[in-house]
């Protein structure tokens, strides 16, 4: 039903925008996990990498409609992705505490790996924390100015 | 001492040269275009002429890594491009 309302839409975009659009979107998002993912080694991290994943929805919302953005991943639910990539975030950081630790000092976690590899594998939860977090409120102020906007 | 300097540029950094170049005179039409299609186009040509940019300076200094900010810039560049252009066309986003 909510695809009908989309073609029948007098004010799309044209047929090589959104074309382009629809098989260029999964690609973004598989490049801002690779710059997430490869926060450590390569430029990039989890605020660049959550802002990629980020455009990949804002794409979605320009070139169709901003209700068809919000039926994919609605105002709700992005606030509650913002509040658990936080908790991700600072959860880490009180593991850490917990074990003895100072805050985010990853190599007390009591894991049977070898101190690197904790270390490792911590910066990638607070990435993959910080780059949910990111897209998140990037999506979700995308959505506030242009709603406000298309309002008035 | 001039000719020696000028012999050693290798192909590559002349044509990131002629890219730099090229992109100053795309930067004239941007400012003096006559009308707001004409500059949308020109920074359009100046971002894809960056990301080439990127690309042989990755080339020139022998890093991967300059690959992926190419990679990020072509895609911001498009996004920027359809945001304008529809908000030109229609008033909104």
Redesign the interface.
Known sequence: MSKKKIISNEQRESVIVRTISRIMIPFIQLFGLYVIIHGETSPGGGFQGGVIMGTSIILLAIVFDLEEAERRISRKSLTALMSFGLLIYSGIGVLDMLSGGKYLEYTKLPLPLPAHEISTLSMLGVEIGIGITVMAVIILLFFYMVGDQNAT | MIFELIKSVTFFELIALVLTVTAFICLYRVVFGPRVGNRIIAVNVIGTKTAVLLVLIGFIFDSL?FV??A??YA??N??MT??VS?YIE?G??
Request: charged residues 20%.
């Open positions: 890594y992926d900010v990679l990020v895609l911001f498009f996004i359809i945001a529809k229609m909104r986003i």
